[in-house]
C-alpha cells in the first residue's frame, strides 16, 4: 500500500479524488452565494449562519482544508517530476495536440490559489475571526451576522475586487475544463466514448460554476451603480 501512495498512478489518483472532492465543495458553495441574489439579505444571512453554527462544518472545514493542501502538494510534485523526467523535444510533441489549458494546469491552478487567499482574507477570515455587524429580522429576537452586508459591501465599493473575482472565475473554469474529465480518466472512466461525454460535461459544469460565481459581483454592480 505504501509504493501506491509513492507510485506515479497512486499520486494522480490521489490528486484526482481531491480534485473530485473539491469540485464537488464548489457547487455546494455556489449554491450558498447564489443566495445572494433572493431578497434582502435574510436568506442568504440565514443560510451562512446555520453554515458556521453546523457541528458537522467544525468536521468539514479541516477536512475541505486538507483536501486542497494534498491537491496542491501532488499536484506540485508531479508537475515537477515531469519537467524533470521528459527531454525538451519529447515535452513539446506530447503537448502539441493538447489544449491550452492542459498545457497550463500548473499556472491555472497557482493564480486560482492566490485568489482563493484573497477570497479567504476579505470573506472567511473577518467571518471567523473578525467582527461582522449582527442583524435582526425577527425585531431584535434573533441576532445573526451580517454576512450579506460584508459581501455587498466590498462588491459595491471595491471595483477592482469585482474584476479580480470575475478573473478567478475565468481561471477556475479554464482549470475545470481539464481537471474535471482527467480525474475521471485517471480512476478509470478512459475509453474513447466516456472521454468523449466528459469532456462535453466538463465544459457545462465549469461554465455553470465559473459563470455563477462570476455573475455575483457583475449583480452587485448592475444593483448598486448603474
Known amino acids: 500500500m505504501s509504493k501506491f501512495f509513492t507510485s506515479s498512478i497512486g499520486q494522480k489518483f490521489f490528486m484526482s479524488i481531491t480534485g473530485l472532492f473539491l469540485m464537488v465543495f464548489l457547487k455546494v458553495h455556489l449554491f450558498l452565494n447564489s443566495l445572494l441574489l ?25 477536512i475541505l482544508a486538507l483536501g486542497f493542501i494534498v491537491h496542491i502538494i501532488y499536484a506540485s510534485y508531479i508537475t515537477l517530476k515531469n519537467q524533470m523526467a521528459r527531454p ?25 490559489l492566490i485568489f482563493l487567499v484573497i477570497h479567504l482574507a476579505n470573506f472567511f477570515w473577518k467571518i471567523k475571526f473578525g467582527t461582522v455587524a449582527a442583524i435582526s429580522y425577527d ?24 474584476a479580480l473575482y470575475i478573473a478567478g472565475a475565468i481561471f477556475l473554469f479554464l482549470h ?8 475521471f480518466q485517471t480512476i478509470g472512466w478512459d475509453n474513447e466514448k466516456w472521454i468523449y461525454r466528459l469532456k462535453v460535461i466538463a465544459y457545462i459544469y465549469a461554465t455553470i460554476v465559473a459563470g455563477g460565481f462570476a455573475f455575483i459581483p457583475l449583480y452587485f454592480l448592475i444593483k448598486y451603480i448603474v
Do not use: C, R
Not at 42 to 50: G, I, K, Q, V
Not at 142 to 160: I, M, N, P, R, S
Open 139 to 162: 425585531g431584535g429576537l434573533t441576532e445573526l451576522h451580517d454576512v450579506y452586508g460584508l459581501v455587498a459591501g466590498v462588491f459595491k465599493v471595491w471595483w477592482w475586487y469585482d
Open 88 to 112: 525538451q523535444k519529447y515535452k513539446v510533441a506530447i503537448k502539441a495536440n493538447a489544449s491550452w489549458a492542459s498545457k497550463n494546469m500548473y499556472i491555472l491552478g497557482g493564480l486560482v
Open 38 to 62: 433572493f431578497g434582502d439579505g435574510e436568506l442568504f444571512n440565514s443560510a451562512a449562519n446555520f453554515m458556521s453554527s453546523n457541528p458537522i462544518m467544525k468536521v468539514v472545514e479541516p
Open 176 to 183: 475545470l475544463t481539464h481537471g474535471f474529465w482527467s480525474a
